[in-house]
């Protein structure tokens, strides 16, 4: 185990400095700015795609929608609960989370696709979970160490939208 580099009266002393920086002290290793802006694309993403889930909630039709309809609000209300941990993740470091709709499709790594039948629906959320996970991959190995807080959070939404990309192609693999 790795002894402390700095000593605990400076640890103090350091700690009283920049009292408005919250939790984001002198050991903070990240590019902080870089850190607000991926995370406010994160935002972006996750709110396009609480959506979309919503909107092929209250729109999938057919014989065997039911259970793929509760599936995509279920997972809205995931993708939700994602957004709003971002969010707040923002705020702690001092920064503002970017919620403005004119914004939105532009920042978000996933598109929003209304999609005409279940298979459809079922595909191009997929395909936006997958293009979740790759995001969220790249985020995290960017991250490294520098960020433990931020990388333990993106590393929980990553676990969630693996298994969000294993719903839909279950349902795909049905018949969806």
Same mark, same amino acid.
């Given at each position: ?7 605990? =009266? ?9 009292? %408005? ?8 290793? /990240?590019? @902080? ?36 309809? =509760? ?39 996933? %598109?929003?696709?209304? /999609?005409?039948?279940?298979? =459809? ?36 939404? @990553? ?18």
């Amino acid at each position: 185990m790795a002894d402390f580099v700095t000593d605990v =009266q400076t640890l103090r002393t350091r700690a009283r400095q920049n009292l %408005e920086r919250g939790p984001v002290t002198d050991a903070y290793g /990240a590019d @902080l700015p870089k850190v607000l802006d991926m995370l406010n694309t994160a935002l972006a993403t996750e709110i396009v795609c609480t959506l979309r889930y919503r909107q092929h909630h209250f729109t999938a039709k057919g014989l065997d929608s039911e259970p793929v309809a =509760q599936e995509f609000l279920a997972h809205s209300v995931e993708e939700q609960d994602h957004a709003d941990r971002l969010a707040s993740r923002i705020a702690q470091l001092g920064g503002t989370p970017d919620m403005d709709p004119s914004r939105l499709l532009d920042r978000a790594h996933s %598109e929003y696709v209304p /999609a005409a039948d279940l298979k =459809q629906m079922l595909t191009e959320n997929l395909v936006a979970e997958r293009i979740a996970i790759a995001s969220y991959t790249e985020m995290i190995t960017w991250l490294g160490d520098a960020d433990p807080t931020t990388r333990g959070l993106l590393e929980s939404i @990553l676990a969630r939208e693996e298994e969000h990309a294993d719903d839909m192609l279950t349902f795909l693999g049905a018949g969806g």
